[in-house]
């Protein structure tokens, strides 16, 4: 490593958080009037690596972060249960998105592109980011004011979920089919714009629908919508996609869940979930296979066999399916009708 590089490094830092680290975890703790422990149970919260009492590595931005964090507790917006949940996600979200946009950027300070050009290495770094952190940073906030008044748009919407801890939705797993041995076929870059197309595909149709991403698994997408119409519309509009030949979007399989779901920072839990995973595992390849609370949603009562001529989809029983927590999941395969 050149003698030049651990100062470059140092000034990214420096950069990124503002100023110079100058202070130890116990000063910051003593200025914050919290006590230790709690600020280095809330930094190991936050994935953040271990420091020693006299490591110079913090600055005073930790300090207003930790007053604003226990000010947060004090008030009861931020109970002490749900603290530690909180700060967890907080960590492993912006750990990721964070290791992401750095390795962008040093993608970009190699190649010496961007708007700022100079070597590759921690001092190209560090210019290229001086010119884009400033961006990031308000385009973030303002992405998380988007999602914040869409949250809360949904949850007026949603008057139970205002006093409930349950809410009833349909859950929809989409998953690839094939992904493992595709998978080998593909060099490290081809299988990332592969995979990046079907998580950006499936989510623009979600999002047309009024659905919502919960979270993707590499090979497989799980994501929540009011209406069982909609997940079955994106269900089987994915799997459409995936029987094209025409169509660069991968084979894939659909599972779909209606009943009561319990939300849970930003993730989702219970039976209704389990049992849409169940489905799709059990789905064959192009197909959709869907529940009983999806099932009489769409087609009017448990005794309907779904074959409306007026209805757009068509339902055929299908063998019930060993579950844990179910005595046979019931589940019918779902498929646009035959226009005429």
Not at 20 to 42: Q, W
Not at 139 to 153: D, G, I, K, P
């Amino acid at each position: 490593m050149g003698s030049d590089e651990p100062d470059a490094a140092r000034a990214l830092g420096a950069l990124v958080l503002g100023e110079e680290p100058s202070l130890t975890r116990v000063e910051v703790a003593e200025r914050a009037g919290v006590p230790l422990d709690l600020a280095v149970t809330l930094w190991h919260q936050l994935g953040f690596p271990h420091r020693a009492d006299d490591d110079v590595a913090f600055v005073e931005g930790d300090v207003e972060a930790l007053r604003l964090a226990t000010e947060l507790v004090r008030i009861g917006i931020l109970s002490p249960e749900s603290q530690a949940a909180l700060v967890r996600t907080w960590g492993r979200s912006y750990a990721r998105l964070a290791e992401w946009q750095t390795s962008l950027l040093a993608g970009l300070a190699a190649e010496g592109g961007g708007p700022a050009t100079g070597p590759a290495g921690p001092t190209g770094l560090t210019g290229l980011a001086g010119d884009v952190l400033p961006r990031v940073e308000a385009l973030q906030s303002y992405v998380w004011r988007r999602h914040l008044a869409s949250a809360a748009e949904h949850l007026l919407d949603d008057g139970s979920a205002l006093t409930a801890a349950e809410s009833r939705l349909s859950v929809c797993f989409v998953d690839i089919v094939g992904y493992t041995t595709q998978s080998r076929s593909l060099d490290g870059p081809e299988l990332v714009r592969w995979v990046d197309g079907f998580e950006q595909e499936t989510t623009a149709l979600v999002v047309d629908h009024g659905g919502q991403v919960i979270k993707t698994i590499g090979d497989e997408v799980l994501f929540t919508v009011a209406d069982p119409a909609a997940a079955v519309h994106v269900a089987l509009g994915l799997t459409a996609r995936g029987a094209d030949e025409d169509d660069p979007f991968p084979a894939v399989r659909a599972g779909v869940a209606h009943g009561s779901v319990v939300r849970r920072l930003g993730d989702v839990f219970g039976s209704t979930v389990n049992a849409a995973a169940r489905l799709t595992s059990a789905a064959r390849p192009g197909s959709v296979l869907v529940d009983a609370g999806v099932h009489e949603a769409l087609t009017g009562g448990e005794g309907s066999t779904g074959e409306d001529e007026t209805m757009p989809w068509r339902f055929r029983r299908a063998r019930r399916i060993p579950a844990k927590g179910f005595s046979n999941l019931e589940a019918w395969r779902v498929r646009t009708a035959d226009p005429g």
